[in-house]
């Protein structure tokens, strides 16, 4: 049987649309998801923040009952042969985003793509409505209880997303070249140092 406050909050996730949001960077929604990245995303962190990329990077097969989310995240062909998901690391104080620490995102600029639409769902361009609203965010964001309007940028997020949507076919691309050479044996005992070492060649030859 539902609790009182989770049929609230199950009314209230029926009833809201678009609800009023201002962003108050309390960083809560960044222990909430792992964090999955591209080749660009992980060039952009490293140049910025002069880190190697192998001190914040990991990768993630996701558990039994979320690998919805992360429907159509390419995988590649990782240790043990399995199929993995290229992520942030976890903070070891928070549990959460390896560039959170109970506040503010420390890399916020060039901080990935996938965080730029919450607390909205992206849809598409030609999609109607373009964004939806997250209301899995009721549980946990700040900015929308108690906002007093809706302060989220969605046109300058749309152009984010249309960006972010060329590069995850760049990226699709580059982890189903990886693939394909680990399955023809041109690249020996896959693993996640050896496929950060590959990305992050393919992200500096793009630029270049
Ligand atoms: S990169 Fe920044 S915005 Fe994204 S989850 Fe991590 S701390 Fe939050
Ligand atoms: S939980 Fe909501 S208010 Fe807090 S940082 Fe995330 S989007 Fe902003």
Known sequence: MLSKLSLALKKAKARIKTPKFECKQCGVCCVKYVI??????????????????HEFLNCTIPEKGVEESFKGVPRFTGQDGKQWILCFKENEKTNGCYFNNSGPCSIYPVRPYVCHA????WHGENSNPRFTFNTDSLEFCKGVVGAKENKFPFDAVAEDMKISEKEDKEYAKIVKEWNDRV????IES??????????????SDERN
């Open 183 to 186: 399955e023809k044996k041109e």
């Open 36 to 53: 999955c990245v591209t080749h660009k995303d992980a060039f952009r962190v490293a140049k910025q923040t002069g880190l190697d990329p």
């Open 118 to 121: 919450f607390p909205f769902l």
């Open 190 to 203: 896959p693993s996640l140092q050896k496929f950060i070492d590959f990305i992050m060649k393919k992200a």
